[in-house]
């Protein structure tokens, strides 16, 4: 009886305490971030702000350069709850901020038509059947309605998955194709900072090997390749591997063409290093069809739409014993928080898209002794920079 009651009155302080903090002060963090009154309704509302992420770095990889990428930002507001999203847009992707926003204005009308913001999986079933493509479109609002309904929940969703955050691993930190000196710097600050290495290869035998003994002379750090399909040939493609092997490198990220399945899977037999999918790796349904060919893949919200469907990915990989990585294109931290709340299965996390950016707009997750620390704060636990003042809208 005693017991009861003392549940019975911690209940009813809990929902006191509820009442009380919530959804004011959710909107306290929020404040400055609203250019317009929030939505007080029980209605779903999409707004928008076009962003462009200026690099800290020109930013090299095998086929391309930039200085910027563009992103669209986004909000679902309901019943004076708020939540943030992101669509990042690296050129290789397809998608623009035009092509994002006219998606956002046909998705607008179909998310009103959903009364109740827990139902994220219907949600984006129907968000998914809009268009073919606009895959970071649709992770903007994926993203958005899991800090939405992780703040009405008051929980992060790491948490409300069941994960253990002590168990994320290393982060990696990319070291882009650049000059001597700066592979030498980049290297060094990595190594310092407790990361792992990643390095981009994909070149010829003689730029590759170079670009490792050149890290090796100051750093013993465990290095990830990431070859981003640049070799055509198995033979050669073992070759590099067998020699990688003994420079304590631990992954290879996509040695060869997507489409080479059959001689990616002929490559991993023999691999004594695992190899992980990324171009070949988009959605759900690509898993299934890797299975046997690599030993894992590298999920990214961008490609496979946000959390949801990442979240269904990790179950199948894991069923299927298959790795994990959680990956991420140049972004804020608001996509990068997203992919923190998956870090704790993975194997690899290579979230430092939000670090190579100079004009970030909000902080969340950080990483300590060179692992990612998911924020313990409800939904993706983001709170806007200071001094950031956001246009949602809408319109364009
Ligand atoms: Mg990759």
Same mark, same amino acid.
């Given at each position: 009886?005693?017991?009861?009651?003392?549940?019975?009155?911690?209940?009813?302080?809990?929902?006191?305490?509820?009442?009380?903090?919530?959804?004011?002060?959710?909107?306290?963090?929020?404040?400055?971030?609203?250019?317009?009154?929030?939505?007080?309704?029980?209605?779903?509302?999409?707004?928008?702000?076009?962003?462009?992420?200026?690099?800290?770095?020109?930013?090299?990889?095998?086929?391309?350069?930039?200085?910027?990428?563009?992103?669209?930002?986004?909000?679902?507001?309901?019943?004076?709850?708020?939540?943030?999203?992101?669509?990042?847009?690296?050129?290789?992707?397809?998608?623009?901020?035009?092509?994002?926003?006219?998606?956002?204005?046909?998705?607008?009308?179909?998310?009103?038509?959903?009364?109740?913001?827990?139902?994220?999986?219907?949600?984006?079933?129907?968000?998914?059947?809009?268009?073919?493509?606009?895959?970071?479109?649709?992770?903007?609002?994926?993203?958005?309605?899991?800090?939405?309904?992780?703040?009405?929940?008051?929980?992060?969703?790491?948490?409300?998955?069941?994960?253990?955050?002590?168990?994320?691993?290393?982060?990696?930190?990319?070291?882009?194709?650049?000059?001597?000196?700066?592979?030498?710097?980049?290297?060094?600050?990595?190594?310092?900072?407790?990361?792992?290495?990643?390095?981009?290869?994909?070149?010829?035998?003689? $730029?590759?090997?170079? =670009?490792?003994?050149? *890290?090796?002379?100051? !750093?013993? @750090?465990?290095?990830? &390749?990431? +070859?981003?399909?640049?070799?055509?040939?198995?033979?050669?493609?073992?070759?590099?591997?067998?020699?990688?092997?003994?420079?304590?490198?631990?992954?290879?990220?996509?040695?060869?063409?997507?489409?080479?399945?059959?001689?990616?899977?002929?490559?991993?037999?023999?691999?004594?290093?695992?190899?992980?999918?990324?171009?070949?790796?988009?959605?759900?349904?690509?898993?299934?069809?890797?299975?046997?060919?690599?030993?894992?893949?590298?999920?990214?919200?961008?490609?496979?739409?946000?959390?949801?469907?990442?979240?269904?990915?990790?179950?199948?990989? $894991?069923?299927?014993? =298959?790795?994990?990585? *959680?990956?991420?294109? !140049?972004? @804020?931290?608001?996509? &990068?928080? +997203?992919?923190?709340?998956?870090?704790?299965?993975?194997?690899?996390?290579?979230?430092?898209?939000?670090?190579?950016?100079?004009?970030?707009?909000?902080?969340?997750?950080?990483?300590?002794?060179?692992?990612?620390?998911?924020?313990?704060?409800?939904?993706?636990?983001?709170?806007?920079?200071?001094?950031?003042?956001?246009?949602?809208?809408?319109?364009?």
């Amino acid at each position: 009886m005693t017991d009861r009651r003392t549940f019975l009155k911690s209940a009813g302080l809990l929902t006191a305490a509820a009442a009380l903090l919530s959804p004011s002060q959710i909107f306290a963090r929020a404040k400055g971030g609203f250019s317009s009154k929030p939505n007080g309704k029980k209605e779903l509302e999409l707004e928008w702000c076009p962003f462009t992420a200026k690099m800290k770095h020109v930013f090299t990889i095998s086929n391309s350069s930039r200085s910027t990428t563009p992103i669209v930002l986004t909000r679902i507001t309901y019943d004076g709850y708020v939540g943030y999203g992101e669509a990042a847009m690296p050129p290789y992707l397809g998608e623009t901020t035009n092509s994002a926003i006219d998606y956002l204005k046909k998705a607008r009308p179909f998310l009103k038509t959903f009364k109740d913001p827990f139902m994220i999986g219907e949600i984006m079933a129907e968000m998914d059947a809009i268009t073919t493509n606009n895959c970071a479109a649709k992770a903007s609002i994926d993203i958005a309605l899991h800090d939405l309904v992780g703040n009405m929940i008051g929980q992060p969703w790491w948490k409300i998955w069941g994960f253990n955050p002590k168990n994320c691993p290393y982060n990696s930190f990319t070291v882009g194709l650049a000059s001597r000196e700066e592979v030498l710097e980049k290297a060094k600050e990595a190594a310092a900072e407790g990361h792992l290495i990643k390095v981009k290869l994909g070149r010829t035998e003689e $730029q590759d090997k170079m =670009m490792i003994n050149t *890290i090796r002379e100051v !750093t013993d @750090t465990t290095i990830c &390749i990431d +070859a981003n399909q640049g070799w055509k040939d198995k033979h050669y493609a073992l070759d590099m591997i067998n020699w990688l092997a003994t420079k304590n490198v631990n992954m290879i990220e996509q040695p060869m063409p997507k489409l080479m399945l059959e001689e990616t899977g002929w490559l991993t037999e023999r691999s004594p290093l695992p190899i992980m999918a990324d171009e070949a790796c988009q959605r759900l349904t690509d898993v299934k069809k890797l299975y046997g060919h690599y030993s894992g893949i590298n999920i990214k919200l961008m490609k496979c739409t946000g959390l949801h469907e990442a979240r269904e990915m990790v179950s199948l990989a $894991q069923a299927l014993g =298959m790795k994990l990585m *959680i990956g991420c294109m !140049t972004e @804020t931290s608001v996509a &990068i928080a +997203a992919g923190a709340q998956i870090a704790p299965v993975c194997e690899w996390t290579d979230l430092d898209g939000n670090w190579l950016i100079a004009n970030d707009v909000f902080h969340s997750s950080t990483v300590e002794d060179g692992r990612i620390v998911p924020s313990s704060k409800p939904g993706l636990g983001l709170e806007m920079n200071k001094g950031v003042n956001l246009k949602y809208a809408a319109e364009e």
